[in-house]
């Protein structure tokens, strides 16, 4: 089960998220209509990923999605936006390490597709993650005992 954030100040638009995603059995869902309130949950619970507004009222989306990127840095973040402009788009990547954009209004398709390849991708970097961390263990574990070979005191005399 993967864990899903929306967050989008128009209730409207939560709703027909929620209706676009009803049929994904593998998604729990939770929505917040203020990036205040995700955040909040967010330092509470562990979301796979994100989706929010651009544009919203108090913290606007791209400052949500920077927030959540320190607290939750393995959620994928995706922006949903009804005005792409260069500086937006540019700002989402660099500032909140956004994984995609989703247009307003969305075609369902496309925005099932687009979350399974962030959980895809997310799955992979975790696992990428985890696998480097293995390899390091391994490689502290040959050093300790190339050392024991090494030292002359540790080999035994026949």
């Not at 989706?51 to 920077?66: K, T, V």
């Not at 922006?79 to 969305?106: C, D, H, Q, Y």
Request: aromatic fraction near 6%.
């Amino acid at each position: 089960m993967y864990k899903i954030m929306l967050v989008d100040d128009e209730e409207n638009i939560l709703k027909s998220l929620h209706r676009s995603l009803r049929k994904q059995k593998d998604l729990d869902i939770e929505a917040y209509l203020n990036a205040t309130d995700a955040l909040k949950r967010a330092n509470s619970c562990i979301f796979d990923l994100v989706i929010s507004d651009c544009r919203m009222p108090g913290i606007d989306g791209l400052e949500f999605l920077r927030q959540l990127k320190e607290v939750q840095p393995d959620a994928m973040r995706i922006v949903l936006t009804g005005a792409v402009n260069i500086e937006t788009l540019m700002s989402a990547i660099n500032k909140a390490g956004a994984f995609r954009f989703i247009a307003k209004p969305w075609d369902d398709e496309i925005l099932v597709e687009t979350i399974r390849e962030g959980l895809r991708f997310r799955d992979i970097m975790v696992e990428n993650r985890m696998l480097a961390a293995r390899v390091r263990e391994q490689e502290n574990e040959l050093q300790m005992m190339a050392k024991s070979l090494d030292n002359p005191a540790n080999n035994a005399t026949i």
